[in-house]
């Protein structure tokens, strides 16, 4: 799946699972969350966008601030 490569480039590597949801805001632009869970009890959120105009390529970012619980535990 694309959105989790674009989030893979961001990430440590090692997380032991990964759950993506669909953004919320942020425009007309595709918005993921992508949950990324690692088996030392490590937990990080990615944002990864794709603009609104074709060919615009995919962002990825590590949130400051992830869920309280993340869904992949």
Same mark, same amino acid.
């Given at each position: 799946?694309?959105v989790? #490569? #674009?989030?893979e480039?961001?990430l440590? !590597?090692?997380?032991? !699972?990964?759950?993506?949801d669909?953004?919320? @805001?942020?425009?007309? #632009?595709?918005? #993921? ?7 030392? @009890?490590?937990? +990080? +959120?990615?944002d990864v966008? +794709?603009?609104?105009l074709? @060919? !615009?390529?995919?962002?990825? !970012?590590i ?9 992949c535990?």
């Open positions: 799946m694309q989790v #490569a #674009a989030a480039q961001v440590p !590597s090692g997380a032991d !699972s990964f759950v993506v669909e953004g919320r @805001g942020r425009g007309k #632009a595709l918005h #993921a969350e992508v949950h990324a869970c690692y088996p030392d @009890g490590r937990y +990080l +959120l990615v966008f +794709l603009g609104n074709a @060919g !615009s390529p995919m962002t990825a !970012s949130r400051a601030v992830p869920w309280e619980t993340p869904p535990r």
